[in-house]
């Protein structure tokens, strides 16, 4: 098994720049009221280090749900999922790998700038990170018809 072939099956990769911008979003927007939720917990003194806050929350989201279903929850919401180099689901390994990969580039500008345009410009349409690891990002209604 191997992932998709974007000339031979176009219908896996339709949309997937916009729907992980979307996707995204909706993740940010998850991991932001989960460090809300957290913030009286540490006696509002995460208020101090929030950006740090949302990194490492951010971070354990994106490993725990890439690594049990091969997408986050934003992923999930829009039909979307990361494929490894093999065509297989992400396992604990492969998702830890690639939200590093992905933390890495944000807190390093430019490989953000250059994951964003390899999103947008490459026929599978990967990532920096997805580049690196060979992994995918698919539609799931497209790859449950195969």
Not at 30 to 57: D, E, N, S, W, Y
Request: proline share 5%; charged share 15%.
């Amino acid at each position: 098994m191997t992932t998709p072939d974007p000339h031979a099956q176009p219908d896996f990769y339709k949309d997937v720049p916009l729907k992980r911008l979307l996707a995204w979003g909706v993740d940010a927007l998850l991991t932001f009221i989960a460090c809300l939720v957290i913030l009286p917990f540490t006696a509002f003194t995460g208020l101090f280090f929030f950006p740090l806050l949302f990194l490492v929350v951010g971070f354990i989201y994106r490993m725990i749900t890439i690594a049990n279903g091969s997408a986050t929850w934003g992923m999930r919401l829009f039909a979307i999922e990361l494929r490894q180099s093999n065509g297989a689901r992400f396992d604990a390994g492969s998702a830890f790998a690639h939200t590093l990969g992905y933390t890495l580039s944000w807190a390093i500008f430019p490989l953000q700038l250059i994951s964003m345009v390899l999103m947008a410009t490459s026929e599978r349409g990967q990532g920096l990170s997805d580049h690196a690891l060979g992994s995918v990002m698919v539609n799931r209604r497209a790859n449950t018809r195969s």
